[in-house]
Structures are given as structure tokens and as C-alpha cells.
């Protein structure tokens, strides 16, 4: 919230106000009651009457809070990956094609990456969770240089709330702000900060959820009421998956719906039946045993509709992480797919919604969105001069592989068996490369992206170093960038590659190339 100061010329001054009648005071008050108000629904999207540009006419705000862009004007560089897997410690490993990747981390003046799972003190935690974090793997993120952390993901939960609250409790200690999980939907939901050398970073981080959130429990924070309720969880983004169908596949599905909605007069209470179809029901869609279909080109497709309170409450919370930040940063943990054929989490391109909640939350404040989650790669995409990397897969996945691989077998075609471990116990290699990413600034414009590949053991490599992230040999650096190219054009991302490095440039703050209508400055 923004302090208001007033001033006066002199002491003599400041006598005759306080001096001034009943009447002068309450009017005086009354003004301040209504900037406030003004402030506030400003805050919220609001527009009124006397403002310009969504800021009251008059007011005293600092020109911070009148825009939403960039406030750090120094050379300023973000770096981040996704998800942090880790079982064992790999800080102290001395290969340069480790040590080498990560050292852009650290250069940079702040790193994010996500939390998945927990991060607990084995030797005291009761009942201690296999698919946890040792505590101890503090010291290995600290040393890859990340100080900023989502923690809203499908493995949040995994110690219960116990240990929810102890991973909440280790970053504190080890001063890595995270956002996205809390003792109440109040706390999941609100901006962490990490007060860098040049300024102050934002975070908001969610988990974007559906019925098909599996394999772990779905588990959102909800609000607190005073001093009463509130449960811990994560920040959620509840999303409903439609599912494309033809116009002729339609008219099928509304014939089975309407046979079994002709059977309601067989319940003995009609108040206990479900309601009857609605009369201005839309033709070109419609719900049936609990998942929705609608009528488009190509069936099979997924679109999905963003639930209209979370999403007003985490744009909002985006918007006020900004006002109170130099930078500000927006990360979603997302698994969903775009097609009902597809395998789980291995969907390269960008699901409908993502789109629209990236550009929302640019659009409400973020400098930059990431999106991790999906363990493939996803496209990138340079919005009004902002970034946005819409999936950059696992960066340290140790607990996706068993003790021992077997030979692959020919009927999982690209699969690869294990003996123990996750996801039906089997990998794929898509799940074994990764982007770390770099955003650099100068005069608060973004004027460079770098994609660095990481390789998680798609070349041979010893089974106890799978999953931890590698520089990759040049022919696959090329192969990772000549994807990430591809699955980018659709954004009207033009991505170079040099010294097997993804580069996107910038002429003030410009991008290369972009869609109509959606790229160049603020």
C-alpha cells in the first residue's frame, strides 16, 4: 500500500489546521476516504470517471504506480529453469558441463526455478516422504544461485501439511523467497519479494488445475475469515477441459444425454434429480457423466476456460506484486495437454488458456512469465517487450528414474522401462532436456533472450547422474534449439542460434518479430 505523506510550509502552518473547524476536518477526511477508494479500485481494474489512464486525476501517487512497466533501469538480468527434482546432492559435482550451466544462474541478478515437491529434515520429519527433497538440498539450490521459487505444484502436498509448513519453514531459513502455498488461500496467493542489489523482485505462482490433476492430491489453500477457517494448500488456477467433437459427433453425444435425462421421472423425488436442460441451451456444446464437449474443427482437441474468480484474484495479486516490486515475475505450474490422445505431460504445444492467462498477466504487470510443469519443451513468445517461456521442462529430475533400466520394450514404442520408479515407472527422452533461460534489460527494456539446452541423460551417460542438468553436445544443443525454433513460429518468435545458444534480440525493447497486434513495447 502506498503511504501518503502531506506537508506543510511551516509549524505555523501545520497550528492553523489543527486549529481549523470540525466541519474542515471532516471534509478534509472525506477526501482522503475518496482518493483511497479511488487507489483501491483502481487496484482492482477499476476505471473512474476522473481518471487518466486508470490513476486518479490529482493524485499524488509516484510515477511508479502510474504505469506497469519496468521500473529497474540498470543492466539487469533474469535467469530460470523449472522444476528442481532432487534426491541426492550434485552441488559439489566438479564437471564443467554441469558446473558451466548452472554458472548462468548465478551470474545472473536473480534466478528462479520451482520447488517441486518438499523439502523436509528426514532424520525428525514423522512418517518422512520417499519423494521429498532431504533438507539438505537447500545448500545445492543456494549454490546453483536460485533465490526466487514457486512452490504450487502436484507434489506441494506430498508430506501433507506438515510438510507444507516445514518446506515453507527451510526456504525462510535459507532466505529464498516462494510463493504459490500457505496456511490459507491468503498466503498462497500473495507475492513473495527478494530484495536483489538492483531492486525488488515479485513473484506470484500458481498451479493450474482440472480433473485430470493426477497422480497426487489436489489440494488448493482456501481463505481465511477473520479468525475463523482458512486450509493450507497451493495458489490454484481451476481450469474446465472441453472436448472438441464434430457437429455430427455432437448431435450424438445430445442424443445419449437427452436418453438418460428421460429417465428423472424415475426417481421418487424429483426435487433429488438432477436440473433439466436448459432451454437457451448453446448447440454447440454441452456436458455429459461430468465432461464437457464442445463443436470445433478437429476432434480430439482440449480447450479449457479459466475459472473467473481465480483468475480475477491472481491477476489482481499480479498487479499488486507489481506496484510493490521493481520486477515482477508470474510462474505457473501446468500439466494440460491441447489433445485427448495425448500422453500426459508430454504435449509441446501451448494449451488455449495459457495463452490468455500469459498475456493477462503481462498485461496486469509481470516484466515475465514462465511455465513450468509440462516435462517437454513449450514455445517462447516476446508480448508487448515482455517475455514469456510457456514450458522449459525439468531442470533437476532425479526422481523421475528407478535403480536400473531395462531394455526398452517395442510395444511402449519410445519408452524406456524401470524397474522403480515414477509416471508407470518409464521415462521418455523428451523428458530428458530442459531450457535454462535468460532475460537481459538495459533502461528497464528487454533487449536480449538467451535459451541455454540442458541435457538430463538423453546422451550416455552413468545412471546415477540421470537427471541432473548437463551442457549438451553440439549436435543435440542444435536438435533442442531447431525444436524450440519450431514450436515458436506460431508465436512470431524469430530465435537464432549461435555457439549452440537460442538467441532472441531486441531493438529498444523491440522484438525481431511477432504476431500482429501482440508484440513491441509497452
Known amino acids: 500500500m502506498a503511504t501518503l505523506r502531506f506537508s506543510t ?7 492553523s489546521f489543527l486549529a481549523a473547524s470540525g466541519l474542515a476536518a471532516f471534509l478534509g477526511a472525506l477526501a482522503l476516504s475518496h482518493g483511497i477508494a479511488n487507489l ?23 510515477t511508479e504506480f502510474q504505469d506497469l512497466g519496468m521500473k529497474i533501469k540498470e543492466p539487469f538480468t533474469f535467469a530460470g529453469v523449472g522444476d528442481i527434482i532432487i534426491r541426492h546432492p550434485i552441488g559439489q559435482l566438479h564437471d564443467p558441463n554441469f558446473q558451466g550451466l548452472v554458472q548462468h544462474l548465478r551470474d545472473a541478478d536473480v534466478a528462479f526455478a520451482n520447488m517441486e515437491g518438499t523439502l523436509l529434515d528426514f532424520d525428525n520429519f514423522p512418517n518422512p516422504i520417499g519423494g521429498g527433497a532431504p533438507k ?5 539450490i543456494k549454490s546453483m544461485g536460485i533465490r526466487i521459487m514457486g512452490t504450487a505444484n502436484n507434489h506441494s502436498w506430498d508430506g501433507s501439511a506438515p ?13 529464498i523467497a516462494h510463493a504459490g502455498t500457505g496456511r490459507n488461500l491468503q498466503e498462497a496467493r500473495s507475492p513473495a519479494y527478494f530484495n536483489g542489489a ?7 505462482a500458481m498451479w493450474s488445475i482440472d480433473p485430470t490433476s493426477e497422480p497426487s492430491p489436489v489440494v488448493p489453500a482456501t481463505y481465511r475469515n477473520g479468525d475463523q477457517g482458512g486450509a493450507p494448500g497451493m495458489n490454484p488456477l481451476h481450469v474446465t477441459p472441453h472436448f472438441i467433437v464434430t457437429a455430427e459427433q455432437m448431435e450424438s453425444l445430445r442424443k445419449i444425454r437427452d436418453s438418460v435425462y428421460a429417465r428423472r421421472s424415475e426417481v421418487p423425488s424429483t426435487s433429488l434429480a438432477i436440473p433439466p436442460v436448459a432451454a437457451d ?26 475459472d473467473p474468480q481465480d483468475e480475477k484474484e491472481i491477476l489482481r495479486s499480479i498487479r499488486n506484486g507489481k506496484e510493490n516490486s521493481d520486477f515482477m515475475v508470474a510462474s505457473i505450474h501446468c500439466h494440460q495437454a491441447n489433445y485427448a490422445f495425448q500422453e500426459y505431460s508430454l504435449d509441446d504445444d501451448v494449451p488455449d488458456f495459457l495463452v490468455e492467462l500469459a498475456h493477462k498477466a503481462i498485461d496486469n504487470g509481470a516484466d515475465l512469465f514462465i511455465g ?79 535459451l541455454y539446452p540442458a541435457d538430463l541423460g538423453q546422451m550416455e551417460r552413468p545412471l546415477s547422474r540421470l537427471g541432473i542438468p548437463m551442457a549438451p ?33 531486441l531493438a529498444s525493447g523491440r522484438p525481431n518479430e511477432s504476431r500482429a497486434g501482440q508484440g513491441g513495447a509497452n
Not at 456436458?287 to 464442445?294: A, D, P, S, T, V
Request: hydrophobic share 35%; net charge neutral; glycine share 14%.
Open 9 to 15: 510550509n511551516s509549524r505555523s502552518a501545520s497550528r
Open 40 to 62: 483501491a479500485y483502481a487496484q482492482q481494474g477499476g476505471n473512474p470517471a476522473s481518471t487518466s489512464g486508470g490513476v486518479p486525476q490529482g493524485s499524488r501517487l509516484p
Open 136 to 140: 539438505g538440498a537447500l545448500a545445492d
Open 163 to 175: 510438510g507444507l509448513f516445514e518446506t515453507i519453514k527451510n526456504l525462510d531459513d535459507a532466505g
Open 198 to 204: 538492483k531492486g525488488s523482485v515479485g513473484l506470484v
Open 281 to 306: 441451451e448453446p448447440t454447440d456444446q454441452l456436458e455429459l457423466f461430468g465432461i464437457g464437449y464442445k463443436v470445433g474443427p478437429k476432434a480430439g482437441d482440449i480447450s479449457y476456460t479459466m
Open 372 to 450: 513450468e510443469g509440462v516435462h517437454t519443451l513449450r514455445g517462447v513468445e516476446i508480448y508487448k517487450g515482455k517475455p514469456i517461456f510457456y514450458g522449459v521442462a525439468s531442470f533437476v529430475s532425479q526422481g523421475l528414474y528407478g535403480i536400473r533400466a531395462e531394455p526398452a520394450n517395442p510395444s511402449n514404442g519410445p519408452f524406456t522401462e524401470i524397474e522403480s520408479g515414477w509416471r508407470g515407472q518409464r521415462y521418455h527422452p523428451d523428458e530428458l532436456q530442459a531450457l535454462l533461460v535468460t532475460a537481459h534489460y538495459e533502461g528497464g527494456r528487454l533487449v536480449e533472450v538467451r
Open 473 to 505: 553436445s553440439p549436435e543435440l544443443a542444435q536438435k533442442i534449439l531447431a525444436k524450440v525454433q519450431k514450436i515458436s513460429k506460431q508465436f512470431g518468435t524469430a530465435i537464432l542460434i549461435e555457439n549452440n545458444v537460442g538467441v532472441i534480440r
